[in-house]
């Protein structure tokens, strides 16, 4: 495995309230839905499973808190039918291929276990990574992109609702 790769945005650290503000609301959402032993891919700092108490904070950058950094998250390190929840907090489309993510995500969720996600509102992300995070790979995800990576993935969405005044959306997806 290739050497990880260090932050160094500074972004959604101690110097970027903003960041921090965003990433504590959305949070706030995401923990009463998370059940039992979880994964949150793309963790940054891994304050959810510092909050929750528990998990596996899983990332390809080192922000210097992750349990596991590697190089992608088409190959995650759990064992088929081991997680009850996993997490992907506004991140979804920095992925290189979200839909093989998925497909991943399926393979290590339990039964009845369960991806949260978050996607913010695709309009409000153009405008966002304009002038915050040029280098993004999407602007977001619609709720009809959402819908079609879930099923390339062998899961479907079963609810999904707005938050932070419309600005956010929240998605738990079960195995189809």
Not at 71 to 91: M, Y
Not at 111 to 116: E, F, N, S, Y
Not at 146 to 172: C, E, L, P, Q
Request: overall charge positive.
């Amino acid at each position: 495995m290739e050497k990880p790769q260090k932050s160094k945005s500074g972004l959604y650290g101690a110097k970027d309230p903003l960041g921090r503000l965003l990433s504590w609301c959305r949070n706030r959402k995401v923990l009463p839905l998370i059940r039992g032993e979880f994964v949150d891919l793309a963790c940054g700092d891994n304050r959810l499973v510092e909050e929750y108490g528990r998990g596996t904070g899983v990332d390809v950058v080192d922000y210097g808190k992750a349990q596991v950094v590697l190089k992608d998250f088409t190959k995650l390190p759990f064992p088929d039918k081991s997680v009850e929840t996993v997490t992907i907090i506004a991140s979804l489309n920095y992925f290189d291929d979200p839909s093989r993510v998925v497909k991943e995500i399926n393979r290590i969720l339990k039964k009845d276990g369960r991806l949260i996600l978050t996607m913010p509102n695709t309009t409000v992300m153009k405008i966002w990574h304009k002038f915050r995070e040029p280098w993004a790979k999407e602007s977001g995800f619609s709720v009809k992109e959402v819908r079609k990576i879930a099923d390339s993935g062998g899961m479907r969405i079963i609810k999904r609702k707005r938050f932070m005044f419309g600005v956010n959306n929240i998605f738990i997806l079960v195995k189809s």
